[in-house]
């Protein structure tokens, strides 16, 4: 899992990939945790949201990394979840695009 900002940890999600069977790696990139260099071993990609832009650098040195990191796992067809900034990335690793929406923002937060 990938975890952009302190305040969206891996929370319920984490509790019911570990309830499923899977050990939970988490790297808070926000603390400076390094990405893995591969997905060798790893049976499923999770990436967590943020403020960041997915098609922006700025404010955002880990942003190539990580979409790297997801076109590796969408070939090797590592099962991924993208939530809020994951998904925007997502998108952009398979090539589409992520822009600035004009509507409101809601969403759920939930506090460890």
């Not at 926000?30 to 990436?47: C, F, I, M, R, T």
């Not at 880990?62 to 590796?72: D, F, K, S, V």
């Amino acid at each position: 899992m990938v975890q952009h900002v302190r305040a969206e940890g891996p929370y319920a999600l984490g509790e019911a990939l570990v309830a499923a069977g899977l050990r939970l790696r988490v790297c808070r990139v926000w603390a400076g945790d390094p990405l893995p260099e591969s997905l060798a071993g790893v049976e499923a990609l999770v990436v967590m949201g943020g403020p960041m832009a997915a098609y922006s650098d700025d404010g955002f040195p880990a942003r190539g990394a990580e979409l790297a990191l997801l076109r590796e796992a969408l070939a090797a067809e590592v099962p991924v979840l993208g939530v809020g900034l994951g998904a925007r990335l997502l998108a952009v690793a398979a090539g589409g695009v992520a822009r600035t929406g004009s509507g409101s923002q809601v969403g759920a937060t939930a506090a460890p």
